[in-house]
């Protein structure tokens, strides 16, 4: 697994710190369950500030590299 990238690795590291369940962490499934709590939208909202805007954006860039740090995990 050493071709996982930084942030991957991070996230293994930490899993495998914490007891286990079933003998094997499921990673992928809490970075899913996570970036599903993340307040996103499809950039339709009528009346939002710029502020609310920005915030938008960088919830679902947030969302967007917590389902890539899923999958990457998921193929290893």
């Known amino acids: 697994m050493t071709d996982l990238s930084p942030a991957a690795r991070a996230v ?3 899993a495998y710190a914490l007891p286990l369940k079933n003998s094997q962490p499921n990673i992928a499934a809490a970075l899913r369950a996570a970036a599903d709590q993340l307040a996103v939208t499809n950039g339709e909202c009528p009346g939002v500030t710029l502020w609310e805007i ?3 954006a960088c919830a679902a860039g947030a969302q967007q590299r917590l389902l890539a740090i899923a999958d990457e995990l998921e193929t290893h």
């Open 54 to 56: 920005g915030f938008l």
């Open 12 to 14: 293994l590291d930490a």
